[in-house]
């Protein structure tokens, strides 16, 4: 009798006591599962909100210089009686990112851009999107782009009057676009 008196003498009441520790390592469980639900809604915000900051700051569209579409460029040159300033660009392309920051961003460079050429900006889209816009491809031909970036300043007539490839700093920048804007007379 020693030993039915240890065990239960109703078997039910067996039962409920081992249910109770399962229903405590269910709910244990469940708050486990929730608290990783959580974290991950809150650290993919997280990283969308970084990864949105980091995009704003990695290629940011230079304010300061005033683009013209590349379908107007050749006319609005030929009504303002002023050069085109080509500017063969790419998103991948780290140089060009420091000619937007150090060179566009500058408001001294972006007012000679302004006020002596028609700047139009020319982006290689080939690596992202595999292919060019007819366009893109006729202009990266026509003035044997190879670099980038790569500044062409142009007659209305399209004929090449200077050219700057790659990304010399500030000294080349202003040095090109004073010897190649129309002299006052």
Not at 8 to 27: D, I, T, Y
Not at 79 to 88: H, R, S
Not at 136 to 160: N, S, W
Request: proline content about 6%.
């Amino acid at each position: 009798m020693d030993k039915t008196d240890s065990v239960s003498a109703h078997p039910v009441e067996g039962l409920l006591a081992s249910r109770g520790s399962q229903s405590k390592l269910s709910a244990a469980l469940l708050f486990v599962l929730l608290a990783a639900v959580l974290f991950r809604i809150v650290t993919a915000v997280m990283d969308r909100t970084n990864h949105s900051e980091a995009e704003a700051h990695r290629h940011p569209a230079p304010p300061l210089v005033q683009w013209v579409p590349l379908e107007k460029a050749a006319q609005a040159s030929k009504a303002a009686g002023k050069p085109v300033l080509y500017d063969f660009s790419a998103e991948w392309c780290i140089p060009c990112h420091r000619l937007d920051e150090e060179g566009w961003g500058d408001e001294t460079f972006a007012g000679i851009a302004n006020q002596g050429f028609v700047p139009a900006r020319v982006v290689d889209r080939s690596q992202e999107e595999g292919r060019n816009s007819p366009l893109v491809d006729e202009l990266q031909r026509r003035y044997a782009v190879e670099a980038f970036p790569t500044l062409i300043a142009a007659g209305a007539d399209g004929k090449e009057i200077a050219r700057l490839e790659g990304w010399a700093g500030r000294d080349a920048l202003r040095k090109f676009l004073e010897d190649s804007r129309p002299k006052r007379k």
